[in-house]
């Protein structure tokens, strides 16, 4: 079983920036393959960025594109989420999520792929 506990979120003004970390707990994040997932209110659940569990290979949503930028650190079992250019489109939910997986380069973009999902957290970007 692994827990995972989003943290980062807040109030922010377009244009600034929010990191959003993932911390995993319960078991080790060797062989999790990492999602990021939004939900704006009135909304359904949408992908922002998924990374392979190796860390070699990640894919974004365009609407985040060359301004968000997932990453993962083994060491400390916490995935990231670096958002710049923050847009109040971005408003939303924001839910990390692992899949326990050996392929070492693949990562997912369907919600229904992931195992474990943390409680989210909120991103608020005013205009």
């Known amino acids: 079983q692994v827990q995972l506990v989003e943290s980062g979120g807040g109030l922010v003004q377009a244009g600034g920036s929010l990191r959003l970390s993932c911390a995993a707990s319960?078991?080790?994040?060797?062989?999790?393959?990492m999602g990021w997932f939004r939900q704006a209110f009135g909304k359904e659940r949408e992908f922002v960025a998924a990374i392979s569990w190796t860390g070699s290979r990640s894919y974004y949503a365009d609407s985040v594109k060359g301004r968000f930028t997932i990453s993962r650190d083994g060491a400390k079992n916490t995935g990231y989420l670096q958002m710049n250019s923050l847009k109040p489109e971005d408003t939303a939910v924001y839910y990390c999520?692992?899949?326990?997986?050996?392929?070492?380069?693949?990562?997912?973009?369907?919600?229904?792929?992931?195992?474990?999902w943390g409680q989210g957290t909120q991103v608020t970007v005013s205009s």
């Open positions: 999520a692992a899949k326990n997986t050996y392929r070492t380069d693949s990562y997912y973009l369907r919600s229904h792929d992931y195992d474990y």
């Open positions: 319960g078991s080790t994040f060797t062989n999790y393959a």
